[in-house]
């Protein structure tokens, strides 16, 4: 299927926004001992202009669990298919994704991450998108809202392509 992109973030505005939102998570996390998680693939460009921008020390690693298969639509069902390697426990672990949408899949990394007594378990997403929101996630650091649409660029993609623009486009 042929889709038509529409530029819908432009990169200087991501960045704007990445600044912002690595300010406000160095302050709340002063002190604390952090684990950084990037959920691959979609938020690697993200967690990585995020992570470069803190100004307080924290441990990075990643976790991938797919929820989509090759359709624009989730299955519902949530694999884990690469874990965390360092260990979480007694640290304070935020959660970086691209896109939170049914909320299914950070959830599930949420339940994964918690059984392995961290101090705490925050979710930082560049997206939060309400559209098909099926369990409620509680998304402390946003990026930006959306109601709906279709999102890919800067990491997000429709079936592996359009992850290495460096803008966010609604596909229609
Ligand atoms: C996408 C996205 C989120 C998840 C959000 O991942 O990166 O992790 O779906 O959807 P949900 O809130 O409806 O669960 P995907 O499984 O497509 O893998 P990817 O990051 O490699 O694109």
Do not use: W
Not at 13 to 35: C, M
Not at 148 to 165: K, S
Request: glycine share 6%; proline share 2%; charged share 25%.
């Amino acid at each position: 299927m042929q889709f038509q992109k529409k530029l819908l973030i432009p990169y200087d505005a991501i960045q704007k926004r990445v600044r912002e939102l690595a300010r406000q998570i160095s302050i709340d996390y002063r002190g604390k001992d952090t684990v950084l998680i990037g959920m691959l693939n979609g938020a690697v460009f993200f967690f990585s202009d995020l992570a470069l921008q803190l100004t307080v020390p924290a441990k990075i690693d990643f976790i991938r669990a797919s929820s989509y298969g090759s359709q624009m639509i989730s299955s519902g069902k949530v694999k884990l298919t690469k874990d965390v390697e360092l260990s979480v426990t007694d640290k304070s672990v935020l959660i970086i994704e691209d896109i939170v949408d049914t909320g299914l899949t950070v959830s599930h990394v949420i339940s994964h991450l918690n059984t392995r007594d961290p101090e705490s378990v925050e979710v930082c997403a560049l997206i939060d998108k309400s559209e098909r929101r099926e369990i409620n996630v509680a998304v402390r650091y946003c990026g930006f809202r959306l109601k709906e649409g279709f999102v890919v660029g800067y990491g997000l993609d429709c079936n592996e392509e359009y992850r290495c623009l460096k803008d966010i486009y609604t596909l229609e």
